[in-house]
Protein backbone atom coordinates (compact mmCIF):
# COMPACT_ATOMS: atom_id res chain seq x y z
CA UNK A 1 0.00 0.00 0.00
CA UNK A 2 3.09 2.34 0.49
CA UNK A 3 3.73 1.99 -2.81
CA UNK A 4 0.32 2.35 -4.11
CA UNK A 5 0.09 5.72 -2.46
CA UNK A 6 3.67 7.08 -3.67
CA UNK A 7 2.66 5.89 -6.86
CA UNK A 8 -0.17 8.18 -6.63
CA UNK A 9 1.08 10.93 -4.84
CA UNK A 10 4.14 11.04 -7.26
CA UNK A 11 1.40 11.02 -9.90
CA UNK A 12 -0.87 14.18 -8.42
CA UNK A 13 2.74 15.69 -8.04
CA UNK A 14 3.24 15.20 -11.87
CA UNK A 15 -0.39 16.77 -12.79
CA UNK A 16 -0.18 19.51 -10.79
CA UNK A 17 3.42 20.17 -12.11
CA UNK A 18 2.13 20.56 -15.69
CA UNK A 19 -0.84 22.18 -14.57
CA UNK A 20 1.00 25.22 -13.69
CA UNK A 21 3.33 24.99 -16.62
CA UNK A 22 1.22 25.09 -19.26
CA UNK A 23 -0.76 28.18 -17.12
CA UNK A 24 1.82 30.64 -17.52
CA UNK A 25 2.89 31.04 -21.00
CA UNK A 26 4.35 33.75 -22.31
CA UNK A 27 5.57 34.97 -25.59
CA UNK A 28 7.29 38.05 -27.20
CA UNK A 29 7.66 39.70 -30.19
CA UNK A 30 7.20 43.24 -31.47
CA UNK A 31 5.16 46.39 -33.14
CA UNK A 32 6.35 47.96 -36.89
CA UNK A 33 5.76 51.45 -36.79
CA UNK A 34 6.27 53.52 -40.06
CA UNK A 35 5.67 57.03 -40.90
CA UNK A 36 6.48 58.06 -44.97
CA UNK A 37 7.30 62.27 -45.23
CA UNK A 38 7.56 63.84 -48.64
CA UNK A 39 9.25 67.82 -48.99
CA UNK A 40 6.59 70.43 -48.60
CA UNK A 41 6.43 73.52 -48.37
CA UNK A 42 3.63 76.78 -47.68
CA UNK A 43 3.18 79.91 -48.49
CA UNK A 44 2.12 82.89 -46.54
CA UNK A 45 1.10 79.95 -43.83
CA UNK A 46 -0.92 77.89 -46.49
CA UNK A 47 0.08 74.29 -48.21
CA UNK A 48 -0.80 73.25 -51.25
CA UNK A 49 -0.12 72.13 -54.72
CA UNK A 50 -2.36 74.68 -57.02
CA UNK A 51 -4.15 77.67 -56.65
CA UNK A 52 -1.96 79.22 -53.36
CA UNK A 53 -2.03 82.65 -53.02
CA UNK A 54 1.20 84.16 -53.08
CA UNK A 55 0.76 87.82 -52.42
CA UNK A 56 -0.91 90.84 -53.46
CA UNK A 57 1.13 94.08 -55.23
CA UNK A 58 -1.02 97.16 -54.10
CA UNK A 59 0.41 100.37 -55.88
CA UNK A 60 -2.18 102.08 -53.93
CA UNK A 61 -4.44 105.15 -55.27
CA UNK A 62 -2.59 107.86 -57.26
CA UNK A 63 -4.43 110.60 -59.47
CA UNK A 64 -4.30 109.57 -63.49
CA UNK A 65 -0.93 112.22 -63.73
CA UNK A 66 1.25 109.99 -61.36
CA UNK A 67 4.98 109.44 -62.69
CA UNK A 68 5.80 106.56 -60.83
CA UNK A 69 3.71 104.55 -58.24
CA UNK A 70 5.60 101.70 -56.26
CA UNK A 71 4.96 98.87 -53.84
CA UNK A 72 5.52 95.78 -52.75
CA UNK A 73 4.44 92.14 -52.65
CA UNK A 74 2.69 91.41 -49.03
CA UNK A 75 1.78 87.93 -48.20
CA UNK A 76 -0.53 87.56 -45.37
CA UNK A 77 -0.44 89.48 -42.24
CA UNK A 78 0.89 92.35 -44.28
CA UNK A 79 4.63 91.24 -44.14
CA UNK A 80 6.54 90.17 -47.21
CA UNK A 81 6.01 86.67 -49.11
CA UNK A 82 6.95 84.12 -46.65
CA UNK A 83 8.07 80.46 -48.13
CA UNK A 84 8.54 77.49 -45.31
CA UNK A 85 9.62 74.77 -46.81
CA UNK A 86 10.97 71.26 -45.14
CA UNK A 87 14.35 71.19 -44.02
CA UNK A 88 16.80 69.97 -46.39
CA UNK A 89 15.02 71.16 -49.67
CA UNK A 90 16.49 74.32 -51.65
CA UNK A 91 13.14 76.13 -52.76
CA UNK A 92 13.04 78.65 -55.67
CA UNK A 93 10.25 80.98 -56.50
CA UNK A 94 9.81 81.39 -60.68
CA UNK A 95 7.63 84.47 -61.73
CA UNK A 96 5.62 83.84 -64.90
CA UNK A 97 4.40 85.52 -67.40
CA UNK A 98 1.08 88.22 -66.45
CA UNK A 99 -2.51 88.46 -68.01
CA UNK A 100 -1.31 91.77 -70.42
CA UNK A 101 2.62 91.47 -69.84
CA UNK A 102 3.96 93.67 -73.55
CA UNK A 103 0.88 95.34 -73.85
CA UNK A 104 2.06 98.85 -72.81
CA UNK A 105 5.54 100.78 -73.67
CA UNK A 106 7.40 101.84 -70.30
CA UNK A 107 6.98 98.44 -68.55
CA UNK A 108 7.85 94.37 -69.21
CA UNK A 109 4.34 94.04 -67.34
CA UNK A 110 0.82 95.74 -67.48
CA UNK A 111 -1.86 96.75 -65.51
CA UNK A 112 -5.31 96.57 -67.40
CA UNK A 113 -8.71 98.71 -66.76
CA UNK A 114 -11.09 95.82 -68.59
CA UNK A 115 -11.70 98.67 -71.13
CA UNK A 116 -8.57 99.11 -73.77
CA UNK A 117 -6.24 101.27 -71.74
CA UNK A 118 -2.87 100.03 -69.30
CA UNK A 119 -0.03 101.05 -67.05
CA UNK A 120 3.34 99.73 -67.74
CA UNK A 121 5.07 98.18 -64.58
CA UNK A 122 8.02 96.02 -63.88
CA UNK A 123 8.56 93.68 -60.70
CA UNK A 124 12.08 94.17 -58.93
CA UNK A 125 13.70 92.21 -56.32
CA UNK A 126 15.02 95.24 -54.63
CA UNK A 127 13.58 98.27 -53.09
CA UNK A 128 15.68 100.69 -55.30
CA UNK A 129 14.57 98.94 -58.07
CA UNK A 130 17.43 98.63 -59.59
CA UNK A 131 16.95 94.10 -60.03
CA UNK A 132 14.44 94.05 -62.68
CA UNK A 133 12.66 90.55 -62.17
CA UNK A 134 11.91 89.68 -65.95
CA UNK A 135 9.45 87.34 -67.14
CA UNK A 136 9.86 83.94 -65.82
CA UNK A 137 12.90 85.52 -63.54
CA UNK A 138 13.88 82.80 -61.02
CA UNK A 139 14.36 83.76 -57.01
CA UNK A 140 16.80 81.10 -55.36
CA UNK A 141 16.51 80.88 -51.54
CA UNK A 142 18.87 79.25 -49.21
CA UNK A 143 19.05 75.72 -48.75
CA UNK A 144 15.65 75.46 -45.81
CA UNK A 145 16.63 74.63 -42.44
CA UNK A 146 12.87 74.20 -41.41
CA UNK A 147 12.41 78.24 -40.73
CA UNK A 148 10.24 80.31 -43.35
CA UNK A 149 12.29 82.42 -45.49
CA UNK A 150 11.06 86.49 -46.81
CA UNK A 151 11.17 86.66 -50.50
CA UNK A 152 11.20 90.63 -51.17
CA UNK A 153 9.17 91.47 -54.54
CA UNK A 154 8.51 95.02 -55.84
CA UNK A 155 6.64 96.53 -58.28
CA UNK A 156 6.87 99.80 -60.33
CA UNK A 157 4.25 101.42 -62.35
CA UNK A 158 4.64 103.74 -64.71
CA UNK A 159 2.45 107.05 -65.26
CA UNK A 160 1.60 108.13 -68.85
CA UNK A 161 -0.64 110.73 -70.45
CA UNK A 162 -4.18 110.19 -71.50
CA UNK A 163 -4.98 107.87 -68.76
CA UNK A 164 -8.88 107.55 -67.46
CA UNK A 165 -9.61 106.73 -63.80
CA UNK A 166 -10.26 103.66 -63.29
CA UNK A 167 -9.23 100.36 -61.35
CA UNK A 168 -6.31 98.39 -63.44
CA UNK A 169 -5.30 95.55 -62.28
CA UNK A 170 -3.19 92.24 -63.18
CA UNK A 171 -2.48 88.76 -62.33
CA UNK A 172 0.84 87.02 -62.66
CA UNK A 173 1.72 83.52 -62.01
CA UNK A 174 4.33 81.65 -59.52
CA UNK A 175 6.13 78.93 -59.40
CA UNK A 176 7.45 77.11 -56.38
CA UNK A 177 10.28 74.32 -56.91
CA UNK A 178 11.92 72.74 -54.03
Not at 102 to 123: K, M, Q
Amino acid sequence: MGTIASRIGLSLLGLTLATSVNAATTVTGQITSSLILISSCQVNGSGGSTGLNFGALNFGTANSLFTTATGQVLGGGGGALSILCSAGTTPSVKVRAGAHDGLSPGGTRALYDGVANYVPYDLYTDAGHSQLLAIDGVINLAASTGVAQTVNIYGQAVGKAGLPAGTYTDTISVELTF
